[in-house]
């Protein structure tokens, strides 16, 4: 199943699909193949390392 999403590529304004390989989620451009990395997709898998500090909690 692919995700399309029409005239989003920021090079060229062309086409884009959403796809995954084993590297994770990504969008690609059909007409000048420009390749994005989706990285906000890809950490919905683990969790974030954030940084807590215990004295700001209370
Ligand atoms: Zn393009």
Redesign the pocket.
């Known amino acids: 199943m692919v995700t399309w999403r029409l005239k989003d ?6 086409d ?1 699909y959403i796809d995954k390989d084993l590297d994770g989620w990504y969008q690609q ?6 390749r994005l990395e989706l990285k906000e997709l890809n950490c919905r898998k683990k969790p974030l390392a954030v940084t807590i500090s215990d004295e700001d909690e209370d």
């Open positions: 590529c920021p090079r060229c304004g062309g884009t451009c059909l007409l000048c193949a420009y």
